[in-house]
C-alpha cells in the first residue's frame, strides 16, 4: 500500500539545509521514495497557523520502504543536523479512506 511521509520543519538553524537538501533525495530514492513537494510555500486555508518554514511530501509505495529510509545508517547525519537546527514532525499516511466512500481509494485493513 502506498504511503506519504509528510514532513513538517520549523528551521531553526539552517546550516543543515544545504548537505540534506543536496543528498537526502538520492536516499529517499534509494528506498523506492518520490519527492512530491519540498516548500516553503506554505498557505494556511483553515485553522490556526503554525510556524512551519518547510514542509516535504514524498510518496513511497509500501510502508517498509518508508521505514528503511528513515531508518537507513546514511540518513543518520542527515537526519541529527535536521533535528538539531530544526522543530521536525515527520508522519506516515496510508492511502486509504478511513470512511470507505471514495471508491477508487482502498478500505484500511
Given at each position: ?7 513538517e520543519?520549523?528551521?531553526t538553524?539552517d ?7 543536496a543528498?537526502?533525495?538520492d536516499i529517499a530514492a ?9 516548500s516553503g ?7 490556526e ?6 514542509i516535504?511530501?514524498?510518496q ?5 520502504d518508508?521505514?528503511g529510509?528513515a531508518n537507513?545508517?546514511?540518513?543518520a547525519?542527515?537526519?541529527?543536523a535536521?533535528q538539531?537546527g530544526s522543530?521536525?514532525?515527520f ?18 485493513a
Amino acid at each position: 500500500m502506498t504511503v506519504f511521509l509528510i514532513a513538517e520543519v520549523k528551521v531553526t538553524d539552517d546550516a543543515w539545509i544545504p548537505d540534506y537538501a543536496a543528498k537526502v533525495h538520492d536516499i529517499a530514492a534509494k528506498h523506492n521514495g518520490r519527492y512530491l513537494s519540498r516548500s516553503g510555500n506554505i498557505e494556511t486555508l483553515e485553522g490556526e497557523k503554525t510556524d512551519e518554514t518547510l514542509i516535504a511530501l514524498i510518496q513511497f509505495p509500501s510502508r517498509e520502504d518508508a521505514l528503511g529510509f528513515a531508518n537507513d545508517p546514511e540518513y543518520a547525519p542527515y537526519g541529527k543536523a535536521r533535528q538539531e537546527g530544526s522543530v521536525s514532525h515527520f508522519r506516515l499516511i496510508d492511502d486509504s479512506d478511513i470512511a470507505g466512500a471514495i471508491e477508487y481509494l482502498p478500505k484500511p485493513a
